[in-house]
Every structure is written in structure tokens, then in C-alpha cells.
């Protein structure tokens, strides 16, 4: 490396900068963690200070696990988030294997027509994706948005697991048949474990968009019982939007989940950034 | 050979669950969402009115008053979003590019954070922040010297729109901020040593080499951000309720959706006026995506190293 891209001044820059954005991009969770240990008046009095001796509370956790059913809301979301990613990669890398290992006439077009879903918007389809379900009784079922939330992720795992299959060798498979191994033995058994950082990077890219959404839970499963935490934290909070350590205490309950998941995943999420799996 | 004339049922099998699932649940209700638009509901009976639900939306004064405020609404929040989350993505992405940074990734993840919560948490915490009552953001400001800058942003009219569109920013930046990141470390050394020797170096470096590497990179976010902020519904819901207050200045597409197909207050929900409004959303996503494939795309010179 050249000193003309190095100079000490510029090293300073780019570390001042970036821990500015840093600082922005962490203060707003920050201010929310430290404030939902508090008590109401230290709250208000000092909202910028952590939590002490005196000032700290746990009155909102109490509050929350009180008023909200925030382990059945996790479970949902955990039972909607696992079965989702289950059939998205399942059901994806079946289809990405058909498209990239056999030619067969239509191949192209259907590649094409699984691929028109990347950009458009399943919402787009809520009106008549509600009708449906009404229709066929999986309103406040869990079932109902497991099967939106795999349509939604299919194309896209579609699209990059093909990309992937194709540069698995062709000499491996062949060697397999010729040992008699029949075709879904070779997806299974050869090409699925060879695909499985692929797999990875699809799942931590569909994980994040199944486990915010709002809008189908809101409109596919608002019972009680079916309501996924960030649903269940959005009510809980409108409900409660005057007892700030409720508020808090349940923001910050939404966040840990996710947070642990990201710290535990980040590396697979941003090598698959990285990777070029979205070019 | 003998494969052409077998029947191959395993590509049946592979395909069946995926085409099924993506046919029954995408593919179907978008074509059955556009059918719908064309119907009403007379008397409990689903009658065929044609473009009849089109001619209110875009004749009747409330309805084409509410639709055109939202869509230039919506548009508003898009502009944001490119003026302010791609340079800023773009900035902190060429700043962690440079090689050997110390504390590159701790940086990098850290950044990306505010991209892995929900809307909700999003739209909540900063309500709180921003909030008169908390007084976080006045006290901030005031720590500056910018205290009589403070507005109660969310609650005025003329800044909420901004306010919600910058918070969306904040959001989001980090998935401009890696993909330019990955584009930006995909650039060959020797081109950069090759502009080295011809005397490029620095900025003029990032303005005439890398930047024009990494265009295509920002095409795809562009769009990406057109089709985001296009079907954009929960930050406004969370932070501003069904009716996007106040008066209707933070309502977008999605919102004006949601409210139309559910109905709010003492309005009825309508599906079938939902359906021609989604039909709309349908047709502006489309063209802005057509605009990219074929009029953007197609132009951006991709480098193959």
C-alpha cells in the first residue's frame, strides 16, 4: 500500500465521522435501554443518565408482564419466523434446483415468472389475499401468515439459490447416478449441504423483513392469540402511551429479541451483503 | 438422450410446491386485487361496475383530493430518501472501503443496527425522543446552542413529513451504506494503481474512478428504495395512527390503503375501492421499475474484472 491514500489526518477524519454516525445510529436504542430501568421521575428528570442506585426501577417490566402476553407474542413470532424460513428454503431450493440442473421446455419462462415477485409487492395483493383466507377459514391463524410470508421470500430464494446450484459440479451429480442414486437423493444427499452457506444468506435476508412486519399480522391475525410481538408490542403501546415505563420497558423487550438474533447472525447477514448475493 | 423421452417426473416434484404456493398466495390475489377494482357492492351483491371505482377515485373531490395528496406525499418521502440515505451511504461506505481502517466491521455492524428493528420500535422511540414532554431532543439542541431550532417536528403539518422521512433514512442506510461497500471493494487494486500513476489520487480517485464503478450499485438501490417507499406503511402507522396525522400530512399510499380497505372512524371499509387504490400503487411500482430496467439499466455500463 502507498502512503498517497494515507495520511494521519485523514485517518482521524474518517474515524470522526463514522463515529458520529455510530453515536446517531445507537443514541435513540441507547436513550430507550437505560430509561425503561428507571423510575417515572428520573425518567423525566434525567432522561441522558443511566440508571443508578436510586433511580432504578423495573416498574414498566412489571407492567408489561402483567398487562401483555409478550411470551405467547415471541412464540408466535418465532413459530411464524422458523416455519416461513422452513418452507421458503425447502420449497426455494427445490425449485432452484429444477430451473438450474434440468433443461426442460419452459424452463426460462418459469425462472421469469418466479422471478416477477422480487419486485413487485406482495402487499399489492392484500385485498384479495384477506378474501381468500377468509374464505377458506385461516383468518387468525398462524398458518396464514407462514404461507404469505414463504410466497413473499420464494422468488428471491428462488433467484439467488439457482445462481448457486449452477456452480455445483456437474461430474459430482453425474457420479452419483451412475452409482444409482436416484434424483432426489442427489439434491438431498450431494447438493443441498454443498449450498448451505447460500441457504444461510437467505435465511438472515428474510428473517429480519418476516419478523418486523406489521401489516399482515395486523390485517391476517389481530386475535389475541395469534398476535406476533411486534404486533402485540404496537398495541401494548398504543394502549399505553401515557405510562412511560411501560412504554419503554416494552420497546426495549422488542428490541433485545432482534438484537441477540443480529448479534449471533450479523456475520453471516453482512458477508452475505457482501457477497454480491443481491447484485 | 433417452432422458428426452422419459417422462421426468422429479422436475414435477421440485418445482410443484414452489409454483403452487407462489401461484396461490402472490401470483393469484395481485390478478384477483386488479379484478376487484372493477367491482362494487351493491346490496351485499358483488356487481360489475368496470372503471366506475377509478372515475370516483380520480373525479370525486374527496376521493381524488385524498389520493393525490398521498401520492405527492409519497413522493416526497422517495425524494427524501434519495437526496439524503444514498449520499450518506454512499459517504460512510467510501470512508470504511479505505483499506486497513482500524475497527472497520465494529463500525459497520454497529451502523447497520438501526436496520434490524421493526417500525415499530422505530416510529415509537423516536416519538419519544422528539417529544415536547420528554424534552431529549430540545435539551440536545440546546446543549449546541440550537434550542429555539426546536419544533415539536412530528406534530407540525409542514415538518412531519420530513421528520418521518429522515427517521426512515435512519433507518435504512445501512443496506446502501453495505451494498455500496461491497461494490466499492469489488474495484480492482491496479485500476486504483493505475490511476495512481497517472496522478489520481484522493477525491479526484473517488470521483473518477470509483464512483462511476459503483453506479450501477445505485441504480439497484434507487429502486429498491422506489419499491420500499411506494408499498411504505408501518413507520406511518406506528408513529402517526391510521390516519396519518395531522390532517393527513404524513399520508401515503399505504396508509390511504389501509384506511380506505379497513375504514376508520365512522367511514365503512371499502375492499372494492381498496382494490382500484392498490390497482394504482400496482401501476406506479410498475413503471418506476420499467423505467429502471429499461431506461436506467440498460444504460449503466456494468465493468466485468
Same mark, same amino acid.
Given at each position: 500500500?502507498?502512503?498517497?491514500?494515507?495520511?494521519?489526518?485523514n485517518?482521524? @477524519?474518517?474515524?470522526?465521522?463514522?463515529?458520529?454516525?455510530?453515536?446517531?445510529?445507537?443514541?435513540?436504542v441507547?436513550?430507550i435501554?437505560?430509561?425503561?430501568?428507571?423510575?417515572?421521575?428520573a425518567?423525566?428528570?434525567?432522561?441522558?443518565?443511566?440508571?443508578?442506585?436510586?433511580?432504578?426501577?423495573?416498574?414498566g417490566?412489571?407492567?408489561?408482564?402483567?398487562?401483555?402476553?409478550f411470551?405467547?407474542?415471541?412464540?408466535?413470532?418465532?413459530?411464524?419466523?422458523?416455519?416461513?424460513?422452513?418452507?421458503?428454503?425447502l420449497?426455494?431450493?427445490? #425449485? @432452484?434446483?429444477?430451473?438450474?440442473?434440468?433443461?426442460?421446455?419452459?424452463?426460462?419462462?418459469?425462472?421469469?415468472?418466479?422471478?416477477?415477485?422480487?419486485?413487485i409487492?406482495?402487499?399489492?395483493?392484500?385485498?384479495?389475499?384477506?378474501?381468500?383466507?377468509?374464505?377458506?377459514?385461516?383468518?387468525?391463524?398462524?398458518?396464514?401468515?407462514?404461507?404469505v410470508?414463504?410466497?413473499?421470500?420464494?422468488?428471491?430464494?428462488?433467484?439467488?439459490l439457482?445462481?448457486f446450484?449452477?456452480?455445483?459440479s456437474?461430474?459430482?451429480?453425474?457420479?452419483?447416478?451412475?452409482?444409482g442414486?436416484?434424483?432426489?437423493?442427489?439434491?438431498?444427499?450431494?447438493?443441498l449441504?454443498?449450498?448451505?452457506?447460500?441457504?444461510?444468506?437467505?435465511?438472515v435476508?428474510?428473517?429480519i423483513?418476516?419478523?418486523?412486519?406489521?401489516?399482515?399480522p395486523?390485517?391476517?391475525?389481530?386475535?389475541?392469540?395469534?398476535?406476533?410481538?411486534?404486533?402485540?408490542?404496537?398495541?401494548?403501546i398504543?394502549?399505553?402511551?401515557?405510562?412511560?415505563? @411501560?412504554?419503554?420497558?416494552?420497546?426495549?423487550?422488542?428490541?433485545?429479541?432482534?438484537?441477540?438474533?443480529?448479534?449471533?447472525?450479523?456475520?453471516?447477514?453482512?458477508?452475505?451483503i457482501?457477497?454480491?448475493?443481491?447484485? | 438422450?433417452?432422458?428426452?423421452?422419459?417422462?421426468?417426473?422429479?422436475?414435477?416434484?421440485?418445482?410443484?410446491?414452489?409454483?403452487?404456493v407462489?401461484?396461490a398466495?402472490?401470483?393469484f390475489?395481485?390478478?384477483n386485487?386488479?379484478?376487484?377494482?372493477?367491482?362494487?357492492?351493491?346490496?351485499q351483491?358483488r356487481?360489475?361496475?368496470g372503471?366506475?371505482?377509478?372515475?370516483?377515485?380520480?373525479?370525486? #373531490?374527496?376521493w381524488s383530493?385524498?389520493?393525490w395528496?398521498?401520492?405527492?406525499?409519497?413522493?416526497w418521502?422517495?425524494?427524501?430518501?434519495?437526496?439524503?440515505?444514498?449520499?450518506i451511504?454512499?459517504?460512510?461506505?467510501?470512508?470504511?472501503?479505505?483499506?486497513?481502517?482500524?475497527? @472497520?466491521h465494529?463500525y459497520?455492524s454497529a451502523?447497520f443496527?438501526?436496520?434490524?428493528?421493526?417500525?415499530?420500535?422505530?416510529?415509537? #422511540?423516536?416519538?419519544?425522543i422528539?417529544?415536547?414532554?420528554?424534552?431529549i431532543a430540545?435539551?440536545?439542541?440546546?446543549?449546541?446552542?440550537?434550542?429555539?431550532?426546536?419544533?415539536?417536528?412530528?406534530?407540525?403539518?409542514?415538518?412531519?413529513?420530513?421528520?418521518?422521512?429522515?427517521?426512515?433514512?435512519?433507518?435504512f442506510?445501512?443496506?446502501?451504506?453495505?451494498l455500496?461497500?461491497a461494490?466499492?471493494?469489488?474495484?480492482?487494486?491496479?485500476?486504483?494503481?493505475?490511476?495512481?500513476?497517472?496522478?489520481i489520487?484522493?477525491m479526484?480517485?473517488?470521483?473518477?474512478?470509483?464512483?462511476?464503478?459503483?453506479?450501477?450499485?445505485?441504480?439497484?438501490?434507487?429502486?429498491?428504495?422506489?419499491v420500499?417507499?411506494?408499498?411504505?406503511?408501518?413507520?406511518?402507522? #406506528?408513529?402517526?395512527?391510521?390516519?396519518?396525522?395531522?390532517?393527513?400530512?404524513?399520508?401515503?399510499?399505504?396508509?390511504f390503503?389501509?384506511r380506505?380497505?379497513?375504514?376508520?372512524q365512522l367511514?365503512?371499509?371499502?375492499?372494492?375501492?381498496?382494490?382500484?387504490?392498490?390497482?394504482?400503487?400496482?401501476?406506479?411500482?410498475?413503471?418506476g421499475?420499467?423505467?429502471y430496467?429499461f431506461?436506467?439499466?440498460?444504460?449503466?455500463?456494468?465493468?466485468?474484472?
Open positions: 500500500m502507498n502512503k498517497a491514500r494515507r495520511n494521519p489526518l485517518t482521524a @477524519a474518517a474515524h470522526l465521522i463514522l463515529l458520529t454516525y455510530t453515536v446517531i445510529a445507537l443514541f435513540p441507547f436513550v435501554l437505560i430509561n425503561s430501568f428507571k423510575t417515572r421521575k425518567i423525566f428528570r434525567e432522561p441522558l443518565a443511566l440508571p443508578s442506585a436510586e433511580t432504578f426501577s423495573t416498574i417490566y412489571e407492567t408489561v408482564f402483567k398487562q401483555g402476553d411470551f405467547l407474542y415471541f412464540q408466535n413470532s418465532m413459530i411464524v419466523t422458523v416455519c416461513s424460513l422452513f418452507f421458503i428454503l420449497f426455494g431450493a427445490m #425449485a @432452484a434446483f429444477a430451473l438450474a440442473e434440468y433443461r426442460f421446455r419452459g424452463n426460462t419462462l418459469m425462472g421469469l415468472y418466479l422471478a416477477l415477485g422480487i419486485m409487492p406482495i402487499r399489492i395483493g392484500t385485498v384479495a389475499i384477506l378474501e381468500m383466507m377468509v374464505a377458506t377459514g385461516l383468518v387468525n391463524t398462524l398458518l396464514a401468515l407462514i404461507l410470508y414463504t410466497a413473499q421470500g420464494l422468488p428471491l430464494a428462488v433467484f439467488i439457482s445462481e446450484m449452477k456452480q455445483v456437474d461430474d459430482l451429480k453425474n457420479a452419483g447416478r451412475i452409482d442414486l436416484s434424483e432426489y437423493t442427489i439434491f438431498f444427499r450431494l447438493v449441504p454443498l449450498v448451505r452457506p447460500a441457504m444461510a444468506t437467505v435465511a435476508f428474510n428473517m423483513p418476516i419478523w418486523n412486519d406489521l401489516w399482515f395486523l390485517i391476517l391475525a389481530p386475535a389475541e392469540a395469534t398476535k406476533t410481538l411486534t404486533l402485540g408490542s404496537q398495541v401494548f398504543g394502549q399505553f402511551v401515557t405510562d412511560w415505563n @411501560a412504554v419503554l420497558s416494552a420497546l426495549s423487550m422488542a428490541i433485545l429479541p432482534v438484537l441477540i438474533l443480529y448479534v449471533i447472525f450479523s456475520r453471516q447477514l453482512i458477508r452475505g457482501t457477497s454480491g448475493a443481491v447484485k | 438422450m433417452s432422458d428426452r423421452l422419459r417422462p421426468r417426473w422429479h422436475i414435477l416434484v421440485f418445482l410443484a410446491p414452489a409454483v403452487l407462489y401461484t398466495v402472490m401470483i390475489p395481485l390478478f386485487t386488479l379484478r376487484l377494482s372493477l367491482f362494487t357492492e351493491v346490496e351483491e356487481v360489475f361496475v372503471l366506475q371505482n377509478f372515475r370516483t377515485l380520480f373525479g370525486d #373531490a374527496i383530493e385524498q389520493f395528496n398521498a401520492l405527492g406525499n409519497n413522493f418521502f422517495f425524494f427524501i430518501h434519495m437526496v439524503v440515505q444514498n449520499p451511504g454512499v459517504i460512510l461506505a467510501a470512508i470504511l472501503s479505505h483499506p486497513r481502517l482500524r475497527f @472497520a465494529l459497520r451502523i443496527i438501526p436496520t434490524i428493528l421493526s417500525f415499530v420500535i422505530v416510529g415509537f #422511540a423516536w416519538k419519544l422528539l417529544s415536547p414532554i420528554w424534552g430540545p435539551s440536545l439542541l440546546d446543549a449546541v446552542g440550537l434550542k429555539s431550532l426546536f419544533a415539536p417536528w412530528l406534530g407540525k403539518e409542514e415538518y412531519a413529513l420530513t421528520t418521518l422521512a429522515l427517521i426512515s433514512v435512519w433507518q442506510v445501512g443496506i446502501p451504506m453495505m455500496i461497500y461494490a466499492l471493494l469489488s474495484i480492482p487494486e491496479e485500476i486504483l494503481e493505475a490511476g495512481e500513476c497517472d496522478g489520487t484522493g479526484s480517485a473517488f470521483w473518477k474512478i470509483k464512483l462511476p464503478l459503483i453506479l450501477p450499485s445505485i441504480g439497484i438501490i434507487s429502486i429498491l428504495t422506489f420500499g417507499n411506494f408499498n411504505a406503511f408501518d413507520l406511518i402507522y #406506528a408513529a402517526q395512527g391510521a390516519l396519518a396525522g395531522p390532517d393527513f400530512s404524513t399520508d401515503i399510499l399505504g396508509t390503503l389501509y380506505t380497505f379497513f375504514g376508520f367511514q365503512l371499509g371499502d375492499p372494492h375501492m381498496g382494490s382500484a387504490i392498490a390497482t394504482a400503487m400496482f401501476v406506479i411500482i410498475l413503471i421499475v420499467c423505467i430496467l431506461g436506467i439499466q440498460t444504460r449503466l455500463r456494468r465493468y466485468q474484472f
